[in-house]
């Protein structure tokens, strides 16, 4: 039998964490490499403009926003498993959709359903994180689960730039010479969507063997007293929350972009484009496995108080840089430094709360960072086509450095208070 061991502990469940891992990778190549590459193409094959791009990107957020909370409620009722295999298979559905009916209502439809069962999947996982692991290797085993999955966007999207112009060479002949005239034709697009939906199929297989998280949550929290009662402390979870909310809105207005981006302002070719992304999402896997030297040196909310700083230094050398190497550079930085924030913030939060918490705490996070992405989304096809891709990313580049600030301000100095159950 495998075993699973950290510089620090023996980490139980072996087994499961490994079906998990292999689950994570072949979704993150399916949705966030595959797809994400070619989603927006797919959108100006069909004739839409910056602005209609925006408002689809926005689709998935509201209904994350709409849905965070119940979520976590159905979660401690049903268990963290089911929930994360009925999520992935209605991500396949809302992707399919989109490839199957392409016009406008199946595809805003299909962006909303996308939201919906994405959402809850992420909800679910960091929750399911924490059961696979004991306390002193959590940071340990986010920040693997980081590189496994930045590593796998980085593969999907390298893969992805090409499989268009693939898809064209395997259909010719078979398709009509109008479809398969070019690599940027709607259907070249859409096969190339179908085939990352068949690649998440295939990554929900071992999550069906996956032993924990099957068991539901009870959902009581109670005080000293165990026969009083106490609510759910949501003002005090949605202060923790608050730096999802300039995380979200930054995210917004660059990641559903960023292949318009170096399309757009360096004429970058579609698997130029894929190979740039893949880039960006091998530094994004990267630098996170600096997080546990940062965090016990620096501590996690001091740590991402740096790290969002010189993320947000390379927003502003990205918007403003006149050729296609710095840029690339500097998005890689920036969106590499930017990532650290989930692997250190999610567990900074769970840990300290109540594992009855768990699952609404990051609903409630969602609920501010759909928020944020919403409205990011809504303007930012507005801003792209008024003000440029220069301005957003000095938007950006401050909203970053915010977040890392806000952290430093919730955190800084309350670890002892925080590890106490809140007072209702």
Aim: hydrophobic share 55%; net charge positive.
């Amino acid at each position: 039998m495998l075993r699973f061991q950290w510089k620090r502990g023996f980490v139980p469940r072996d087994r499961d964490i490994w079906l998990f891992l292999l689950y994570s990778a072949i979704f993150h190549i399916g949705v966030l490499g595959l797809a994400d590459v070619v989603l927006n193409f797919y959108f100006v094959s069909l004739g839409y403009d910056s602005q209609v791009i925006g408002q689809l990107q926005s689709y998935p957020r509201l209904a994350g926003f709409l849905t965070s909370v119940p979520v976590g409620l159905l979660a401690n009722r049903f268990g963290v498993h089911r929930m994360i295999t009925w999520s992935t298979v209605g991500i396949i559905a809302s992707m399919l959709l989109k490839v199957l009916v392409p016009t406008l209502p199946a595809l805003a439809l299909g962006q909303f359903g996308l939201g919906l069962f994405y959402g809850a999947q992420q909800i679910m996982i960091a929750p399911l994180m924490v059961m696979l692991v004991p306390a002193e290797s959590r940071t340990r085993f986010f920040a693997l689960h980081n590189v496994i999955a930045m590593a796998a966007m980085a593969g999907g999207s390298f893969v992805g730039g090409r499989t268009p112009a693939l898809m064209i060479q395997l259909f010719n002949g078979i398709a009509s010479e109008s479809a398969t005239a070019n690599a940027q034709t709607p259907f070249a697009y859409g096969a190339a969507l179908f085939v990352s939906t068949l690649v998440v199929l295939v990554g929900l297989l071992p999550f069906l063997y996956v032993r924990a998280g099957r068991q539901p949550i009870k959902t009581e929290v109670t005080s000293q007293n165990p026969t009083v009662k106490t609510a759910i402390p949501w003002l005090y979870l949605a202060f923790l929350s608050i730096p999802m909310l300039t995380f979200g809105f930054t995210g917004g207005l660059t990641f559903p972009f960023y292949n318009l981006f170096f399309r757009t302002r360096f004429d970058a070719s579609d698997d130029l484009v894929g190979t740039i992304l893949s880039i960006g999402w091998l530094g994004m896997a990267l630098i996170p496995l600096l997080n546990p030297w940062w965090e016990r040196r620096f501590g996690r909310a001091w740590a991402l108080g740096a790290t969002m700083t010189i993320a947000a230094i390379a927003f502003a050398i990205m918007g403003a840089a006149p050729l296609l190497p710095i840029s690339v550079i500097a998005f890689t930085l920036a969106i590499s430094f930017r990532n650290v924030m989930q692997p250190l913030y999610q567990p900074l939060v769970l840990d300290h709360l109540s594992p009855a918490l768990h699952n609404v705490a990051i609903s409630m996070n969602m609920v501010l960072w759909n928020i944020g992405w919403f409205v990011a989304t809504n303007i930012s096809g507005y801003w792209q086509k008024n003000y440029g891709f220069g301005f957003i990313m000095s938007v950006v580049a401050v909203g970053v450095f915010i977040t890392g600030i806000s952290v430093v301000l919730i955190f800084h100095n309350r670890h002892a208070q925080l590890l106490e159950e809140p007072a209702i």
